[in-house]
Structure formats: C-alpha cells, structure tokens
C-alpha cells in the first residue's frame, strides 16, 4: 500500500501501480470528498496516477499574499492524505480531502472494471474503456466516450453524457440525474426495455424505440377523509426486439437517446 | 445476547440442546427474548433443505456467520429478528450450497433452491456493482417476490455501501410500495441515507404507495448528523416534489 502525504500546490506527481497478475480480471475504485477525475484506457498493463492540485486565486489574493510572504520563501502548501493501494487485482485510489482543485489524470489497461465515487463535489471523464462502469457523484458531470461494457450512473447534480460503442454482456442499467440533462448515444442495433422519466423536461430520440406513456394512478382516502391523488407518469419504451431493463430518470433536465 | 439466542434456536434444531440450555431456551421464549416465529423460521428453511443430509458448519463458517451476526447486531436501529432472519437464511442457503457441492461427488442429488433463494443468494454473495443492480432489478420482475427477498431489498437499501444499488432498491420496491411493510421500510431507511438523491427518490416512493407524508415527517426521520451541504441539497430537492 502507498500512501502519500504530500504537497500537490501546482506540482505534479505521479505513481506507476501495477496489476498482482495480468490474466485476472481488473479494476478500479476511486474514492474522493472532492476532485477532477480523468480515465483513459491504454495499451499500457499498469495504472499511471497524474495528480496536482491547481489552487486559483484571485488577483487580489495573490497580491495580499505576496505583501504577506515578502521575503519569505514558500516551504509547504497543503498537505493533503492520498492513499493508493492493490489487492487482488483491484486498484484503490482514496483521498479524504476537500480540495476541489485536486486532480487526477489516470491510464489504465482498456479492459478494466472502474467505480468512481465522489461524495462531494468533482467531474468525472473516461475514455475507451472495455469493462463495466460505476460512478456515483455528489456535484458533477459524468462524461464517457467510447465505452465498451455496461454503465450505471448518478449525480445529484450534474449532466450524464455517455457513448457506447458496445455493450458485450446486456444487464439493467441505470442513469439518474437531479438537474442535468442525460445525453446517450447506443449502438442502433442494441436490444432494450427503456424506463424513462423527465420529470420537468422532455425526451428526445432518433433511436428505434417504441414508446409508450404509462400513468401509474394511486387514488387514496386517509384516516381523517382527506383524498389523495398522485399521478405518476413514465414513459416505456422498447428498442428494437427489447431486453435487460434501462432506467433513465432526471428531475429538472432532459434525457437525448442517440443512434451511434 | 441476540448471538446466545442464535445458538439456542440452532441447538434446539439439531437435538443439541443440554439440559441447562434448554432451560434457558424455555425461559427466554417465556419472557420473549426469543418469539416462536423466530424458531419457525429456522424450522422452515431446515425443512426447504432436509432432502439433504443437514451439514453442520465449519468452524471457519461458524466465525465469518458470528462475525457477520455481530457486525449487523452493531448497526444502529434496524430491527434485530429482521437481521437474525437474514443472517439464518444466508448460513442454511450457503450450508445447503456449499453441503451439496462437497457430498456432490458421493450423492447426485443437489440442492434445489427456488429461484427466490437463488437470487437473495447471488444477491447477498456478490461484490460487482453491476450484478447486484443487474439482481435487484429483476426481484421486482419476479412473480414469487416473497417476504425474505423484500426484507432482503430493503436491508440492501439501508446498508449497501454503493449509491446506485441503493437507487435500484428503491426502484425494485415500487412495484411493491402498497404493501404496508414495504412502506414502513421505506419510512424506515430514512435515516440511514446521506445522499440528497436517494432521498428525493425514497420520498417520491413513499408518496407512490399512495399514503400522505408530509415534507415535516420526512424530515423528521433524516439522519440529523448529515454534512450542512448534504441538507441544504435536500431543501433544495424536496421542493421538486
């Protein structure tokens, strides 16, 4: 296990972690308060860490601090905990800091397992990766190009856009949003049940889905005789001959199915 | 305690029972630390398995079960029988399981779990994100969903470490919100949730099963220690109800 203590002010640092065997299957968990995550998938058999943190200040700032430190020399900015660490073929990359200047550049091998979490605030990228994908931000957009695998998804705030290029193994896959737009781009051939909800916004597609509006109705009279109505409406879809369930579901934004 | 109890109802079901333990077990089914449905239960799955000669734990099994058991007795409010009852069928499935595999080669016959069973026990034994999301999904396809696999979703909900399987739960369990249990374990798994999106979803699945819950209530089960960013998120989502 690696773990880093370490001042990232603008610096940056970076660490080669390998695989204990390269025929198992791999992956990598990341688990951060707050940061910039970018994944791409290599030819390379190891994981490449690049991080820094990218402090701005404001003009201002930096001219109070320069008065402040006149004839000092900096000595240490910011320590922050970064722990990386491998077992059983599987990467971890853990930080407990609040730092939303902190990023992380990462190459991996193409064919990789990645869960992405961020509890607080950070975006999150990936680029052709052959493997299943899990990210689950707090304040972020999700963008991923060139995915080959499955993809499930949620940002309290932020917009999903995702490309497939495949999707190998079909299972359920979900994408949930607050107030973001979800924007998807699948294969034209791929087999799906859609479950799609826009709460406030609309859906658009060019895909060949069938669709139809469904309105859940539940009609209740409390205790006290009051009446209850709720009218709950998703809109069911069925691309092409159907299949393993899709579940897209923002609240303020609106959801694009793209033909690939 | 609730271990003691455990072991009890186990003895008592494999004729183990010495004289001063089943003293005792009469006399905590007498003051109600123990309920005869628990016993039942127990009683149940043993039968759902008795095809097959019943295998008694390995010392290892016997510590990862006690150990899991006190792990789960540790988590703060959730009902302690739903627990024993989760950790009782995942010690008989994966006895029966790991039991048919090891006289597999003596006897042809196999344990044969329902499909019920089989998917609580991929569900309970699986680590991958996908799978699980894949496992909860379709429990809500099942015709035959019965009472331990929505016990099952719901403890997933209030414990699993992924926010996306805790999102799938609640999706899987619409189809059962009118169910007066199923509610109650929504209210329930209030408190255990730290992100604004599993709440905003929980509510709205609250709202589905068709009985009144005021913003007020809501918030009076949330867990009051969450991050201040955490609750100013939540105000701001729960106006989108």
Redesign the interface.
């Known amino acids: 296990m690696l773990l880093i203590g370490c001042s990232v002010f603008g610096q940056e640092e970076m660490v080669n972690i390998p695989f204990k065997s390269s025929d198992q299957a791999k992956s990598l968990v990341i688990d951060l308060n707050e940061g910039e995550v970018s994944i791409v998938g290599t030819d390379r058999t190891d994981v490449l860490v690049r991080y820094q943190s990218h402090r701005s200040q404001s003009e201002g700032e930096q001219e109070g601090m320069e008065e402040k430190s006149k004839g000092l020399s900096k000595v240490s900015s910011g320590t922050k905990k970064i722990e990386m660490s491998s077992k059983e073929n599987q990467i971890m990359i853990r930080s407990d800091s609040y730092d939303a200047n902190l990023s992380f550049a990462i190459e991996v091998p193409k064919t990789i397992d990645l869960n992405i979490d961020i509890d607080f605030s950070g975006n999150v990228s990936i680029q052709d990766i052959q493997g299943n994908v899990n990210v689950e931000l707090a304040s972020g957009d999700i963008r991923i190009q060139g995915l080959n695998g499955l993809l499930n998804a949620s940002s309290d705030e932020g917009d999903i856009h995702v490309q497939f290029v495949n999707i190998p193994d079909p299972k359920t896959m979900m994408w949930m949003t607050t107030s973001g737009d979800i924007d998807v781009s699948l294969p034209s051939d791929y087999s799906a049940k859609l479950k799609v909800k826009a709460d406030k916004g609309d859906v658009y597609s060019d895909l060949n889905i069938q669709f139809q509006e469904k309105v859940e109705r539940v009609q209740d009279t409390d205790e006290d005789g009051s009446f209850r109505y709720i009218n709950n409406s998703w809109t069911y879809g069925t691309l092409n001959a159907g299949g393993p369930e899709i579940i897209i579901i923002t609240k303020l934004g609106d959801i694009y199915l793209r033909k690939l | 305690m609730e271990e003691r109890n455990n072991i009890l109802i186990q003895k008592f079901h494999q004729n183990r029972l010495e004289a001063a333990e089943k003293d005792e077990l009469e006399m905590k089914i007498e003051q109600g630390d123990i309920s005869l449905e628990e016993l039942d239960l127990f009683q149940d799955v043993l039968q759902a398995t008795s095809n097959d000669p019943i295998l008694l734990p390995s010392a290892r099994m016997d510590h990862r079960f006690y150990a899991h058991l006190d792990q789960l007795n540790r988590k703060q409010g959730w009902p302690i029988k739903l627990i024993g009852k989760i950790a009782a069928a995942i010690l008989i499935l994966l006895a029966a399981f790991l039991g048919g595999r090891e006289t597999g080669t003596r006897q042809e016959k196999v344990p044969q779990l329902s499909p019920s069973q089989q998917t609580l026990q991929a569900l309970l034994s699986t680590k ?4 699980k ?2 496992l909860v ?2 429990i809500s396809l099942q015709n035959d969903a019965d009472a331990v696999l929505i016990d099952a979703l719901l403890y997933t909900l209030c414990h699993d470490e ?3 399987v805790r ?2 739960c609640i ?1 899987a369990l619409l189809a059962y919100s ?1 169910l007066p249990e199923v509610r109650t374990g929504l209210i329930h798994a209030i408190q255990f949730q730290e ?3 599993i709440l ?2 929980l509510a709205e699945a609250i ?6 819950m005021s913003k007020e209530a809501f918030h009076s089960h949330i867990n009051k220690s969450l991050p201040i ?2 609750q100013r ?1 939540l105000e701001a ?1 729960l106006t ?1 109800l």
């Open positions: 991958d994100i996908s799978e999301i894949h999904s379709s992924s926010k996306n999102l799938a999706h009118t992100s604004s999106l905003l979803h709202n589905t099963s068709g009985k009144k960013f955490v998120k989502v989108h």
